[in-house]
C-alpha cells in the first residue's frame, strides 16, 4: 500500500476560485492523497490563493506565513501564484508555487514537495495571447485548458459518453444544498482596470453538456441550488459561435431532476439582451436575479473604464426587469476613486444608488493593479479623496440596502433552507439573496431540514437581512 498522504485545502477568494479547489480536490483524492479539514497538520498546505486587489493580495501571503509558521510544507496555486510566479516564489521562499498548467498533475506535483524536490515556478505571461481551442481539441477526452483548470467535453477514445466523475474529478469540499457550477473561464473584455484577462487568459466556454451532466451529478449529490459562476456569464457561448447558448442552457439546467433553483452570477449590462431578460424572469426554476457588473453610473467614466453604458441605460435596465418580475433581486458592485475621477462624476454615482433599489452593493477603492492601463492614467485621485469617497458611499450603501430590505416586508418568499438554529429557527436565503455575497433569511418555522424550500412572509427586515416566518399551507417540511 502507498504511504499515507494528507494534504489541507485552504481557499481564498471568489466562487471560481472554489470550484477550481474541488477539482484539485477531486484529483488529490483520486491519485492516493488523503484530504484533511483546514488548519488540521497535514504533510501539505495546498492555498489557492486571490489575486484581485491589494487586499486579496496580502490576505494571500498572510495566508501562506501562517501556513508555514504551522509546519508542513506550503505550496501556493491559485490566481496570486500565477500571475507572480517566480516572482513569489523568490520573495516568499516559505512556499512553493505552481501555475495553472500544474493543476492537470497535481499528485505528481504534490509528490515532488513531499519528497524533497524544489519546483521550478514559472515565469508569468500574458494569457491573453493563448490561441484559441480548435474543435477538434474541444472533442478530445480530458482536455486541460491552460491557464483555467477545466476540461472540454468528456467522451472516451472510442466515443462513449464517460461518466462525470471519470471525465471531470470534482470532490465537494463544503456539502449543503447549495453548490457554484461554472460554466466559462477567462474573460476577452478589455476593462482598463482589470488584470484578469492577462493571467486567467482569453474566454473559454464549456460545453453545454457537459454543464448539465455536472449540474445532474450535483444534484444527485444533495445540492438543491446551482449558482453558475465566470468571469463574465452573458459572453458565455460567443466562442461556441452561439451569442444565446446561456438564454439555451438555463432552461436545460432548470429542467435537472432534483434541482429547484438555478442562478446567475456576473452579467455584463451591456450584454444583457432581451432574449435573457426573459429567461431570467420567465423560466420557472430559473430565479430572477440580476448580478449586474455596473462598476459606476457615469457615462464619462464608464467610458474611461472601456466600459458601456450610464445611468439613465442602466436605470431602464433595472426598470424593464422589475416590470417582469417586481420583487426580483439585483445587486452590484462599484469602483470608486479611479483615475480621473471628478465630484460630478462621483455624484452621478450617487444619484444611480439612490434611484436603483438594489439589494446589496460593494464598494471598492481604486488601486493601481500591475499590467494594466489604468495604471498609467494620469489625474490619480489623491487617497485620502478616494478614502472619504469610499466611506461616504459605503454608508449610503448601508442606508439604501436596509430601505430595500424593508421594501420587502410583507412580501412572500421561497426560502431554501441551509443551516438549523435552534428553537424553530433557520437560515436560508430568498431567491434575491445569493450565496456568500448577500444577505441571509432568518426563517421561522417547523419541522424543516436543510434543503427544503419553505414559502414564507416576510415580518422584519434587520439591515440587508430579512427575518420571515412559514406560511401555515406550507406544510411541515416545505414545498421541492
Not at 460554466?183 to 453538456?209: E, H, K
Not at 437560515?427 to 424543516?448: C, K, M, N
Request: charged share 30%.
Amino acid at each position: 500500500m502507498s504511504p499515507r498522504r494528507t494534504v489541507s485545502l485552504v481557499t481564498l477568494g471568489c466562487a471560481r476560485n472554489e470550484v477550481d479547489s474541488e477539482e484539485l480536490a477531486g484529483r488529490l483524492s483520486a491519485g492516493g492523497w488523503e484530504l484533511v479539514d483546514e488548519g488540521t497538520e497535514a504533510d501539505v498546505t495546498l492555498v489557492n490563493t486571490c489575486g484581485f486587489i491589494d487586499a486579496a493580495k496580502q490576505d494571500s501571503i498572510n495566508t501562506l506565513l501562517e501556513a508555514a509558521e504551522n509546519g508542513g510544507r506550503v505550496v501556493a496555486a491559485g490566481c496570486m501564484a500565477e500571475r507572480y510566479g517566480s516572482e513569489l516564489a523568490e520573495a516568499l521562499p516559505e512556499a512553493q508555487v505552481i501555475g495553472f498548467d500544474d493543476y492537470a498533475a497535481i499528485t505528481d506535483r504534490l509528490d515532488d514537495v513531499l519528497e524533497g524536490r524544489t519546483l521550478v515556478p514559472h515565469d508569468p505571461r500574458d494569457r491573453r495571447t493563448l490561441l484559441p481551442i480548435s474543435p477538434a481539441e474541444r472533442g478530445s477526452a480530458q482536455l486541460h485548458i491552460p491557464g483555467h483548470g477545466g476540461f472540454a467535453d468528456a467522451a472516451g477514445a472510442d466515443g462513449t459518453e464517460l461518466p462525470y466523475r471519470a471525465a471531470i474529478p470534482r470532490r465537494r469540499l463544503t456539502g449543503g444544498p447549495v453548490a457554484n457550477l461554472k460554466i466559462a473561464s477567462g474573460c476577452d473584455r478589455r476593462c482598463t482596470f482589470c488584470a484578469i484577462p492577462a493571467f486567467r487568459g482569453a474566454y473559454i466556454s464549456r460545453r453545454p453538456d457537459e454543464i448539465v451532466r455536472e449540474a445532474e451529478w450535483l444534484a444527485s449529490e444533495g445540492v438543491r441550488e446551482v449558482f453558475l459562476v465566470s468571469e463574465n456569464s452573458t459572453s458565455y457561448g460567443k466562442d461556441l459561435g452561439d451569442v444565446r447558448a446561456l438564454e439555451k442552457l438555463l432552461p436545460r439546467l432548470a429542467g435537472v431532476e432534483g434541482l429547484d433553483r438555478v442562478r446567475v452570477s456576473y452579467l455584463q449590462p451591456a450584454e444583457v439582451r432581451p432574449g435573457l431578460v426573459d429567461v431570467l424572469t420567465g423560466t420557472p426554476g430559473v430565479v430572477p436575479y440580476f448580478d449586474l457588473s455596473f462598476q459606476h453610473a457615469s457615462g464619462t467614466l464608464l467610458r474611461r473604464m472601456r466600459r458601456f453604458g450610464d445611468r439613465e441605460r442602466f436605470l431602464e435596465l433595472l426598470d424593464t426587469v422589475r416590470s417582469r418580475v417586481p420583487e426580483a433581486g439585483a445587486r452590484s458592485n462599484f469602483i470608486v476613486g479611479f483615475p480621473g475621477e471628478t465630484e460630478a462624476e462621483f455624484e452621478d454615482l450617487v444619484a444611480f444608488l439612490e434611484a436603483a433599489r438594489l439589494d446589496a452593493i460593494g464598494v471598492f477603492g481604486y488601486s493601481d493593479e500591475d499590467g494594466t492601463e489604468a495604471r498609467e492614467h494620469p489625474n490619480k485621485v489623491p487617497e485620502e479623496v478616494v478614502a472619504e469617497r469610499v466611506d461616504r458611499l459605503n454608508r449610503l450603501s448601508e442606508e439604501l440596502m436596509a430601505q430595500r430590505a424593508e421594501e420587502r416586508v410583507g412580501e412572500e418568499v421561497t426560502v431554501l433552507v441551509e443551516t438549523v438554529l435552534e428553537d424553530g429557527a433557520y437560515e436560508g436565503r430568498s431567491e434575491h439573496q445569493a450565496p456568500e455575497v448577500d444577505g441571509s433569511t432568518i426563517l421561522y418555522g417547523e419541522g424543516l431540514a436543510a434543503g427544503d424550500l419553505v414559502r414564507a412572509t416576510v415580518v422584519q427586515a434587520v439591515g440587508a437581512d430579512l427575518v420571515a416566518e412559514q406560511d401555515e399551507e406550507a406544510g411541515e417540511a416545505g414545498d421541492r
